[in-house]
């Protein structure tokens, strides 16, 4: 009996989920600035609901905050960057990491970790 309750929790789950915002969309810095805006850290983390820029063992998130080697993980769809791109990406990184959002800390609802 406990097992058909596992597998209909499994199939409800499946059938239920809902993957990010930009989905089979350009991931690109751009997108992941506009996630990152909405995203509320005391809110559960969600596909709807992570901080694109949060690592996890060294990978960063798709789309819909799913990290390789996770179920539903897409390879998201990026652009072909500059090295002056990936330095302006720094900077932004950096200023957001010097005044992160209120609340934002390892171990809340909204992280990964």
């Given at each position: 009996?406990?097992?058909?309750?596992?597998?209909?929790?499994?199939?409800?789950?499946?059938?239920?989920?809902?993957?990010?915002?930009?989905?089979?969309?350009?991931?690109?810095?751009?997108?992941?600035?506009?996630?990152?805006?909405?995203?509320?850290?005391?809110?559960?983390?969600?596909?709807?609901?992570?901080?694109?820029?949060?690592?996890?063992?060294?990978?960063?998130?798709?789309?819909?905050?799913?990290?390789?080697?996770?179920?539903?993980?897409?390879?998201?769809?990026?652009?072909?960057?500059?090295?002056?791109?990936?330095?302006?990406?720094?900077?932004?990184?950096?200023?957001?990491?010097?005044?992160?959002?209120?609340?934002?800390k390892p171990g809340c609802a909204g992280c990964k970790s």
């Open positions: 009996m406990k097992s058909v309750i596992a597998v209909a929790l499994d199939i409800n789950n499946f059938l239920n989920f809902e993957y990010g915002e930009y989905d089979d969309k350009l991931w690109d810095n751009d997108a992941k600035k506009d996630v990152y805006n909405k995203w509320d850290p005391a809110t559960p983390r969600s596909t709807r609901n992570f901080n694109p820029f949060e690592t996890f063992e060294g990978n960063s998130p798709d789309a819909s905050g799913i990290y390789p080697g996770e179920a539903r993980y897409k390879d998201p769809r990026s652009v072909d960057v500059s090295y002056r791109i990936m330095m302006e990406e720094r900077h932004e990184y950096d200023q957001r990491e010097a005044n992160p959002k209120a609340g934002s």
